[in-house]
């Protein structure tokens, strides 16, 4: 990658990790993201799954359980 290519993916981050930081998350790999980063209170979590639409919160709510049955299928393993 050359130069101009790293100041453009560094802004690129910037630019998101602002936009994250103000809490307009719109999807879960958004909120993912957002909780790593940010490190955020169980309120605020909250607050911000509620406000994501139904669609994304189903697949957070997916995620969560296939992440827990293979966490589950370790400790069987």
């Known amino acids: ?5 790293q100041a453009f993916y560094a802004e690129e981050r910037k630019k ?3 936009r994250l930081k103000d809490n307009t998350v719109t999807s879960a790999i958004e909120f993912v ?5 940010f490190d955020p ?3 605020e979590m909250a607050t911000v799954v ?3 639409p ?5 697949r957070l709510k997916n995620a969560v359980a296939k992440i827990k ?3 589950g299928n370790q400790d069987n393993g």
Do not use: F, P
């Not at 993201?33 to 980063?37: A, H, K, N, S, T």
């Open 16 to 18: 998101e990790r602002e």
């Open 69 to 71: 049955a293979m966490k």
């Open 33 to 37: 993201i957002w909780v790593d980063q």
């Open 41 to 43: 209170s169980d309120d």
């Open 54 to 58: 139904d669609t994304e919160q189903q």
């Open 50 to 52: 509620h406000a994501l």
């Open 1 to 5: 990658m050359d130069r101009y290519e």
